[in-house]
């Protein structure tokens, strides 16, 4: 068939390709896919499927640890801030409505 030899590699317009990706259709040359668990993949979709199994790069487990601590500290911080403000506003009215009579 010359239907892959008339094709050109995605990134290198002026290289013949060699082979086209199973992830996203596109053909490349030799030198951008690579073999990867039985499958030529191109650059991208290795680093796409790579990616995947390396969950924690994106984002540092610390740093979604501090941000979860602070917005439950804040959370709960303002939660004892109204309730505290309720109760210095409670009483005054109970008092002199109620009990001191
Ligand atoms: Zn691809
Ligand atoms: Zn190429």
């Known amino acids: 068939m010359a239907e892959i030899s008339s094709l050109r590699c995605n990134n290198h317009p002026d290289r013949e390709a060699v082979a086209r990706c199973p992830d996203c259709r596109q053909s490349y040359c030799r030198e951008c896919v690579t073999e990867h668990e039985d499958r030529v993949l191109c650059a991208a979709c ?3 499927l790579t990616g995947v199994h390396r969950v ?3 984002r540092p487990g610390w740093i979604v640890f501090t941000i979860r601590c602070a917005a439950g500290f ?3 911080w303002s939660c004892f801030y109204l309730f505290g403000r309720i109760l ?3 009483p005054n ?3 002199e409505g109620h ?3």
Do not use: E, P
Request: no cysteine.
């Open 88 to 90: 210095l506003l409670v």
């Open 56 to 58: 924690g790069t994106r």
């Open 93 to 95: 009215s109970f008092h």
């Open 46 to 48: 290795l680093g796409r």
């Open 74 to 76: 804040l959370l709960a």
């Open 99 to 101: 009990i001191w009579q």
